[in-house]
């Protein structure tokens, strides 16, 4: 199961024209955007420090790349002032967001509507300690039918909350996801050739775990603040939630730069026929002002 980076020219071509670049991606996964990035920029590369916060993930990619430019740690890209030295500059900070293709399809943390799983969720147990069981229990049916009506495409909110806050209830297990299909079955409508209809569910509680509006929402407003002049934030997004959020957020920020691509930046249909899961991404480009307004 290999993950295919999307739209690497596009990510390319949105990098400053400056002599050298330190770049900093918080989203590393397997180093797909690393490769063509290392690879395009050459000599121009400073350092390239990359950021994970699933630690299998991060130990294959550390076993495969060898490059004294190459940085990785294991942390979250909210905290990534942590993780860059004081006195280095960050010319590009690069985001692909949401999970790497075998964190979606593998049954390991229940992420996928497919296999069967835990109703776990998390991305990394060393950074959330709530498993998608105990943030159903924690949340009232109330809060769970709202963000199932805002969050998901289904309908139903209010039955489809009650029967996952009884599918939770301690004595119940296993905890498993296809134990929690079945019980939902009643609810969603399966269609033919369609993507699973509990594909949005499933996403609804991956970002609720592992808090991906909140950890989007305080980077990209730091990351702003910590590049110098001329510096980039670039961001794929892949959902509705989280253009949303991307687009709103970088328009609050004019007043330190400006958005180089009014229009989304979306990948070619010959990339999409190639790699079908480019045909959500969205690239949107930040530059921070030459002087900081
Ligand atoms: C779409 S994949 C990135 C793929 C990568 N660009 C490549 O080409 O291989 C997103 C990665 O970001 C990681 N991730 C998601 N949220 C994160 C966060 N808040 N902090 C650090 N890593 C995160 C996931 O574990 C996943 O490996």
């Known amino acids: ?15 400053p024209d ?13 180093g797909g955007h690393y ?20 630690p299998k993930t991060l130990e294959v990619a550390k076993e495969t790349y060898e490059d004294s430019k190459l940085n990785l740690q294991l942390g979250l890209f909210q905290n990534f002032e942590k993780y860059i030295p004081v006195e280095s500059q960050i010319n590009v900070f690069f985001l692909d967001l949401g999970v790497n293709t075998p964190q979606l399809k593998s049954g390991e943390r229940g992420l996928s509507v497919y296999e069967d ?7 990394s147990p060393k950074f959330h300690s709530k498993t998608a069981v105990n943030l159903l229990r924690d949340m009232s049916l109330k809060d769970i039918s709202e963000a199932i009506r805002l969050m998901t495409s289904l309908t139903g909110s ?8 009884d599918f939770v209830q301690p004595g119940n297990g296993p905890f498993t996801t296809q134990r929690l299909l079945l019980k939902l079955k009643p609810f969603l ?17 991956r970002i609720l775990v592992n808090q991906e509006m909140e950890a989007l929402e305080s980077v990209i407003i730091n990351a702003i603040k910590h590049l110098p002049p001329e510096g980039r934030l670039i961001v794929i997004s892949f959902h509705g939630l989280e253009h949303r959020l991307v687009k709103q957020l970088l328009g609050t920020q004019t007043a330190y ?8 930046i979306i990948a070619s249909p010959e990339e999409i026929e190639k790699n079908p899961s480019a045909r959500s991404a969205q690239l949107r480009v930040f530059e921070k002002s030459e002087v900081a307004i």
């Open 117 to 123: 799983g835990p109703l776990d969720f998390r991305l």
């Open 257 to 264: 730069g400006k958005i180089l691509n009014r229009k989304a």
């Open 35 to 54: 490769q063509e990035i290392s690879k395009y920029l050459g000599d121009r590369l400073k350092t390239y420090y990359g950021l994970d916060q699933d």
């Open 18 to 30: 400056l002599p050298e670049i330190t770049f900093f991606d918080g989203t590393f996964g397997f």
């Open 189 to 205: 409508r399966y269609k033919k050739h369609h993507v699973h209809p509990a594909t949005s569910l499933f996403m609804m509680l």
């Open 1 to 15: 199961m290999k993950h295919t980076p999307v739209l690497v020219q596009e990510v390319c071509e949105a990098i």
């Open 158 to 165: 209010r039955n489809i909350a009650a029967a996952l806050k």
